[in-house]
């Protein structure tokens, strides 16, 4: 592995590195700046680096003012290139602009991943560099810094939240037995059900359809690793869930999608039209409610709809050597064109993970 790393760098131009290095630090901050992009800053003075900085939470400090700040000769920032991996902000926000920190600050040189498609943004960081005299490059690793944020750019350009399927199955293809309580088959290994917790953690909501809170009475939190709880949403057309669910335990926020007017104690509802897809509907509700990620773990019926209705941009498939014979059958994508998929391997099962394209 560290020959080909060495490779690598060999056939990457300094740009390049710089702004890999900002790929790098941007992501320190995956678990905290949502629903904001990660973005990741380095100054560059005489080809040494002399401040790195990084996005770290919602509503602090950004990428560019961290490294600004680190720098310990600020003399030094009239001679230095600053890389950037998404363009700086030029909107008052939670922050001033950080397009109109760089020029005060008298850096002559910005380098940048790639544009921000966010309408208050969207070039206006560009210009305001440019008609101060700074010099500007835009594009280096744009490919990589755009699949930094793509939850962020999947909102701004799609105007809906960045969609996540997962499911396990058996060997021959079966979510679970066909059961009206009792235990679920085991398809997971510890090491999965780890790996299934850490992206929780990276996604601001979790889904769930009424079977499968009836039948699981699943917690829907972040437990076998460290990282904010998602907001969980539980698909309930006649409110008939029993109270006593986990799901209502106010233990987190839980989000109630039903056709009722009526209102449950420690819960927020949205009340959708059920003689439509509720798919759409519900993409509509939680960009209003500034929610970017959700990850849907629900049954077979729920999956496949969103794989119908194409309302998904990946999808993790948990493959178990273990045959189930008969039961629920794991959701289909044979019918999908537009996706790449690629093998992950992960002790006695494996993860197909898909790409829709």
């Not at 005299?133 to 999947?154: H, Q, R």
């Not at 997962?166 to 059900?193: F, N």
């Not at 059920?274 to 939680?286: A, G, K, R, V, Y």
């Not at 709809?305 to 948990?318: H, I, K, M, N, Q």
């Amino acid at each position: 592995m560290p020959k080909v790393r060495k490779i690598i760098e060999k056939t990457m131009t300094n740009d390049e590195k710089y702004m890999m290095r900002c790929i790098q630090l941007a992501k320190n901050g995956r678990l905290g700046t949502a629903p904001n992009p990660m973005v990741g800053a380095v100054v560059v003075c005489q080809g040494k680096i002399i401040g790195e900085g990084y996005h770290a939470k919602c509503g602090e400090a950004h990428a560019e003012v961290n490294a600004i700040a680190s720098v310990k000769d600020k003399e030094s920032l009239k001679q230095s290139t600053i890389y950037v991996s998404l363009e700086p902000c030029a909107h008052y926000g939670k922050t001033p602009p950080c397009a109109n920190l760089i020029v005060d600050k008298g850096i002559p040189k910005v380098v940048i991943g790639c544009q921000d498609p966010f309408s208050k943004v969207a070039g206006r960081g560009i210009e305001i560099l440019r008609n101060a005299g700074c010099e500007v490059i835009v594009g280096v690793l744009e490919k990589e810094c755009i699949e930094l944020n793509k939850v962020f750019f999947t909102v701004q350009l799609k105007r809906r939240p960045f969609v996540t399927l997962k499911w396990a199955q058996s060997a021959d293809c079966y979510l679970d037995i066909e059961r009206e309580g009792g235990t679920p088959v085991l398809l997971s290994s510890p090491y999965t059900q780890m790996i299934a917790h850490k992206r929780r953690a990276e996604h601001q909501a979790i889904l769930v359809g009424t079977r499968t809170a009836l039948l699981d009475n699943p917690s829907l939190n972040v437990r076998a690793w460290c990282g904010p709880q998602p907001l969980r949403i539980v698909i309930d057309r006649q409110l008939s869930l029993p109270r006593h669910l986990r799901l209502f335990d106010g233990s987190q926020s839980t989000l109630v999608v039903t056709e009722k007017d009526d209102s449950i104690p420690g819960c927020m509802t949205f009340r959708a039209d059920f003689s439509q897809s509720i798919i759409p509907q519900l993409m509509e509700e939680l960009v209003r409610r500034n929610v970017h990620s959700l990850l849907v773990e629900g049954g077979s019926v729920l999956l496949q709809s969103f794989l119908d209705e194409g309302f998904w941009d990946e999808a993790y498939v948990e493959h178990s050597p273990l045959v189930v014979k008969h039961g629920i059958l794991a959701p289909s994508m044979a019918h999908l064109k537009k996706t790449s998929k690629k093998k992950l391997i992960m002790g006695r099962n494996y993860h197909i993970f898909y790409n829709f394209v």
